[in-house]
Nanobody, 127 residues
Framework: QPQLVESGGGLVQPGESLRLSCAASGSSLDGYSIGWFRQAPGKEREGVSC????????DYADSVKGRFTISRDNDKGTVYLQMNSLKPEETAVYYCAALRTTRQFMCTTRAAYYELWGQGTQVTVSS
C-alpha cells in the first residue's frame, strides 16, 4: 500500500492561490482513486475534490467549482490540487486519501469510502 504525503500548504491572503501535492511513497497510485478533503477546527471533514485512477473522472464540491482544479501524474505518483481565489473560510487542514478500485471512473468525495489517508497540510487564508 502507498503512503500518502501532502505538501504545499501555507499562509496566503484572500484571493491568492496555492497548489497542494499528494505524493505516494512505497507503492504507486495506479489503481487508486484519490480524494482531497479538508477539516476546519470544530467542523466535520468535508470532501473537496476527487479524481479517478486514470484521471478520466473528476468531481468537486459546489463551493470550489471553478476555482479548484485536481490533476494527477501517475508516472510521478502525485496528485495535485490547484486552489485559486482562496477564501478565509477555507482555512483548514487539507488531506488526501486513496481508494483502491477496479472501476476506471470511480470518483467520490465521501470520506467513508477511502482506506488510506495522509497526515494533512495546513492551509491558512488570512489578511
Amino acid at each position: 500500500q502507498p503512503q500518502l504525503v501532502e505538501s504545499g500548504g501555507g499562509l496566503v491572503q484572500p484571493g491568492e492561490s496555492l497548489r497542494l501535492s499528494c505524493a505516494a511513497s512505497g507503492s504507486s497510485l495506479d489503481g487508486y482513486s484519490i480524494g482531497w478533503f479538508r477539516q476546519a477546527p470544530g467542523k466535520e471533514r468535508e470532501g473537496v475534490s476527487c479524481v479517478s485512477p486514470r484521471g478520466g473522472a473528476l468531481d468537486y464540491a459546489d463551493s470550489v467549482k471553478g476555482r479548484f482544479t485536481i490533476s494527477r501524474d501517475n508516472d510521478k505518483g502525485t496528485v495535485y490540487l490547484q486552489m485559486n481565489s482562496l477564501k478565509p473560510e477555507e482555512t483548514a487542514v487539507y488531506y488526501c486519501a486513496a481508494l483502491r478500485t477496479t472501476r476506471q471512473f470511480m470518483c467520490t468525495t465521501r470520506a467513508a469510502y477511502y482506506e488510506l489517508w495522509g497526515q494533512g497540510t495546513q492551509v491558512t487564508v488570512s489578511s
